[in-house]
């Protein structure tokens, strides 16, 4: 018996089971209280042929992407569209039919970078989300850009929404969902029925930009 390992398994008050493979092809599993680990792995097992072909699919993945070396003609992503790096003597980053960067920054290229990501994200995603909130009713307090690796988004207790700068990588429309998606959990703490059918109400296309998101988040990177 070829055994697969889990990662990580997470309980909740959940009624089903659900296997992801996450980017870094981990396979988290997530259960009810009550279901046992000897199931846990017996449905692993079960299910060790959908779960070896997505553990390849996300090393695949992640073999495409590459540390940057911030040279001429490199390839950056901003809001889904791919840009060469053009250096020059400039004094700030700034992207039209390049991105152009400072000469003067490249002994720190990445942490300056990276910053400049954080800024078009906190313009661009505090705009999406103020006009959804307007949109819906659904009111967050506070909004800022982090740098989580590991999820998209949140929404804390009291409506203060977080977004990683990573996805001002992704197009809007990506961008529009993670917006959404967070703004939805300030009325439903929860992924029930309720909150999908809140998130589908102001986008039906929801399930096309989530898998779009599972399949090239990889991809938002630097």
């Known amino acids: 018996m070829n055994e697969i390992i889990i990662d990580k398994i997470v309980r909740s008050k959940r009624r089903t089971i659900a296997l992801t493979v996450s980017v870094d092809a981990a396979l988290i599993v997530r259960a009810p209280m009550a279901v046992s680990a000897g ?16 553990k390849k699919q996300a090393l695949a993945r992640g073999a495409l992407i590459t540390r940057k070396e911030f ?10 569209e791919q840009y060469a790096l053009k250096i020059e003597k400039r004094a700030a980053i700034t992207v ?49 850009i982090t740098s989580a690796q590991k999820r998209w988004g949140s929404c804390g207790p009291k409506g203060a929404l977080h977004f ?3 996805l001002i990588m992704a197009p809007r429309d990506i961008i529009d969902y993670v917006v959404v998606h967070e703004l939805a959990h300030i009325p439903e703490r929860n992924h029930s029925s309720r909150f999908w059918n809140k998130v589908c109400a102001i986008l039906p296309d929801y399930k096309e930009r989530k898998q779009w998101l599972k399949e090239h988040g990889a991809r938002l990177a630097l």
């Open 71 to 80: 040279v001429d003609g490199e390839k950056f992503l901003y809001m889904g």
């Open 96 to 144: 039209a039919d390049h991105v152009y960067f400072p000469e003067k920054h490249l002994s720190r290229a990445r942490v300056k970078m990276i910053a400049w990501y954080k800024q078009k994200a906190q313009e661009t995603i505090i705009k999406r989300a103020e006009m959804y909130s307007a949109i819906t009713g659904w009111k967050f307090t506070s909004l800022s």
């Open 39 to 54: 199931y846990i792995k017996k449905l692993v097992f079960e299910k060790r042929a959908w779960i070896i072909a997505k």
């Open 164 to 166: 990683s700068w990573r």
